[in-house]
């Protein structure tokens, strides 16, 4: 999975196992993290998880499956296939300030606003708050809220008040940050699984959704009332759209919106609390692995790309340009080129993966029904090969 998300000042990518991070604005070195030069777990205590394992997910690999940055930038958090939470630290300069396991293997992160803890969402549908202070290898995870199905978004509201999770049966839930079993409302709208969740800076009262449905949605969350609904498979003229990811500027003027697979990224502005109105669609070379926004406003989108591995677009006189020679894009390309690994083929499935498949239970039984109904109207007709009933036997009285 390749990632790319804002921590301070720097833009920090993902890529197998390797995470880059590059100052936006200044000619420093780039910071390099390789998971597999990271601790591994003791094997006693590897199988003593794998007995009570009932996934049986084994050990895994070092790839990075998730990662969030803290609001100040001061820290990192990443987790990885095998099932490692890292946190790390950018002043005074980077490195890996703990090193702790997580139950199963996760799918989101997110820090608190108060960056005390971080937010663990994982894919038996669980959510596990690990201290940031606490960083002994050993400290446990604490158990806050479950599903009953994968979880695939996470956030906490700005103010600390609620955390909002998303799952893969169509179900937003807002809950009470402090008391995660206090339910304050449902957001129920979409038909296909959710993948994606914002709160927009400039509304931090609203709540944006994305997905496989090929839809946004604005809400009201602590009501649960939608107030808006965007189906961009209109938009893009596409039968199957699947939304990846939202993001914003930091003034929350400008959102954008990436589509799995699709090569362009929609543009929205936010002028009000209630509606989101669609500005701009950027063309893009090849799909994009992920997009973010630096503090400058400047738009970054990764590519997987041997030549050019990130584009950076610029809001001037009303539109969005591509910027094509400008020292910041060139020193963050170069520092990718040199740094990161090439994705594997299957990397870019794992959405589309999440789509159930409908199976129709009463195909056989409708069959073997047209079958029996068939052979009264002709005895005479062969018993079928599928296991039907042989016709019946016609008897005649005695003369």
């Known amino acids: 999975m390749a990632t790319a998300v804002i921590c301070g000042e720097w833009i920090v990518t993902t890529s197998g196992n390797k995470l880059t991070a590059v100052h936006t604005r200044e000619s420093r070195d780039a910071f390099v993290f390789d998971c597999s030069q990271v601790e591994l777990k003791?094997?006693?205590?590897?199988?003593?998880?794998?007995?009570?394992?009932?996934?049986?997910?084994?050990?895994?690999?070092?790839?990075?499956?998730?990662?969030?940055?803290?609001?100040?930038?001061?820290?990192?958090?990443?987790?990885?296939?095998?099932?490692?939470?890292?946190?790390l630290a950018t002043q005074p300069t980077w490195h890996l300030q703990s090193c702790r396991w997580v139950t199963r293997r996760c799918t989101a992160l997110v820090f608190s606003a108060d960056e005390e803890c971080v937010w663990v969402a994982d894919k038996s549908g669980d959510v596990y708050s690990f201290s940031t202070s606490h960083t002994h290898t050993h400290t446990p995870g604490h158990l806050q809220l479950g599903h009953l199905s994968m979880l695939l978004a996470l956030v906490v509201t700005a103010d600390d008040r609620y955390v909002i999770t998303a799952d893969r049966d169509e179900k937003i839930r807002v809950s009470h940050k402090s008391?995660?079993?206090?339910?304050?409302?449902?957001?129920?709208?979409?038909?296909?699984?959710?993948?994606?969740l914002f709160v927009p800076p400039r509304y931090p009262d609203r709540l944006l959704s994305g997905s496989g449905d090929g839809t946004v949605k604005l809400w009201d969350?602590?009501?649960?009332?939608?107030?808006?609904?965007?189906?961009?498979?209109?938009?893009?003229?596409?039968?199957?759209?699947?939304?990846?990811?939202?993001?914003?500027?930091?003034?929350?003027?400008?959102?954008?919106?990436?589509?799995?697979?699709?090569?362009?990224?929609?543009?929205?502005?936010?002028?009000?609390?209630?509606?989101?109105?669609?500005?701009?669609?950027?063309?893009?070379?090849?799909?994009?692995?992920?997009?973010?926004?630096?503090?400058?406003?400047?738009?970054?989108?990764?590519?997987?790309?041997?030549?050019?591995p990130v584009l950076l677009f610029t809001h001037t006189s009303q539109h969005w340009e591509c910027v094509a020679e400008q020292p910041d894009l060139k020193r963050v390309s170069e520092a990718l080129l040199t740094h990161s690994v090439?994705?594997?083929?299957?990397?870019?499935?794992?959405?589309?993966?999440?789509?159930?498949?409908?199976?129709?239970?009463?195909?056989?039984?409708?069959?073997?029904?047209?079958?029996?109904?068939?052979?009264?109207?002709?005895?005479?007709?062969?018993?079928?090969?599928?296991?039907?009933?042989?016709?019946?036997?016609?008897?005649?009285?005695?003369?």
């Open 221 to 308: 969350y602590a009501t649960g009332q939608r107030l808006q609904s965007l189906d961009l498979r209109e938009t893009h003229q596409e039968e199957s759209v699947c939304i990846k990811r939202i993001t914003s500027s930091p003034d929350g003027h400008h959102i954008a919106v990436l589509c799995d697979r699709l090569p362009r990224l929609q543009l929205f502005e936010m002028t009000s609390g209630s509606e989101a109105t669609p500005t701009q669609c950027l063309p893009l070379p090849q799909s994009p692995l992920d997009t973010t926004f630096d503090p400058q406003g400047r738009l970054w989108v990764l590519l997987d790309d041997k030549h050019t």
């Open 179 to 196: 008391a995660p079993h206090n339910i304050q409302a449902f957001c129920l709208a979409h038909t296909e699984f959710v993948s994606a």
């Open 42 to 87: 003791p094997k006693e205590a590897v199988a003593s998880d794998n007995s009570r394992d009932e996934g049986g997910e084994g050990a895994g690999s070092d790839a990075v499956l998730a990662v969030a940055a803290s609001p100040s930038g001061r820290l990192l958090a990443l987790t990885d296939d095998r099932k490692r939470l890292l946190l």
């Open 342 to 399: 090439p994705l594997p083929v299957e990397a870019g499935l794992r959405l589309q993966q999440l789509y159930k498949v409908g199976f129709d239970n009463t195909a056989t039984y409708r069959q073997r029904k047209e079958q029996r109904l068939q052979e009264r109207r002709d005895p005479s007709a062969p018993p079928q090969a599928n296991g039907a009933k042989k016709p019946r036997q016609q008897h005649t009285s005695p003369s």
